[in-house]
């Protein structure tokens, strides 16, 4: 077998793997996070979290699909090593930068939910708009 071939074997289930456990641990962890940012709907939460694996498992597996072709010739037990190091750090790379994309638009959320959480109106309620005083019931019981 061309070890060309071999390394294309070894980075496709490296890559698969590490995009597995990253996409699983990122959402085993993520749920608390997100239930706080949707202010306590663990449905809400759920369903978000589900839809951000899937979106990351599309990223991130057409990244490896696209970036498993290369150019040269893998002639010697060397060549799998230094093309697997290429491509498995690119992938890494690509992973940790979706991860952090992911927090980052996630505290971004959730700082706006606290704010609006936490905001009060700039000027207290005083009665209804065109009342002069204090409301008096009409003379009669009625």
């Known amino acids: 077998m061309d070890l060309t071939v ?3 074997v070894i980075y496709l289930l490296l890559s698969l793997g ?3 456990w990253v996409a ?12 706080d940012v949707l202010h306590g709907n663990d449905k809400l939460a759920e369903a978000v979290n589900h839809l951000l694996v899937v979106g990351f498992y599309l ?3 057409g990244f490896i699909a696209l970036y498993l072709q290369d150019d040269g010739t893998v002639a010697d037990a060397r060549g799998v090593f230094e093309a697997l190091s290429q491509k498995l750090g690119v992938v ?3 992973l940790g ?6 927090v980052y638009a996630l505290n971004k959320f959730r700082r706006r939910g606290i704010l609006d959480r936490e905001q009060v109106p700039p000027v207290p309620p005083q009665g209804y708009a065109g009342q002069q005083g204090p409301w008096i019931a009409p ?3 009625r």
């Open 6 to 8: 071999v390394a294309y």
């Open 59 to 61: 990223v991130n597996l």
């Open 92 to 94: 890494l790379l690509v």
């Open 139 to 141: 003379a009669g019981g």
């Open 97 to 102: 930068v979706m991860h952090l994309g992911n």
């Open 24 to 35: 699983r641990t990122l959402s085993r962890n993520g749920r608390v996070f997100l239930a």
């Open 18 to 20: 590490l995009t597995v």
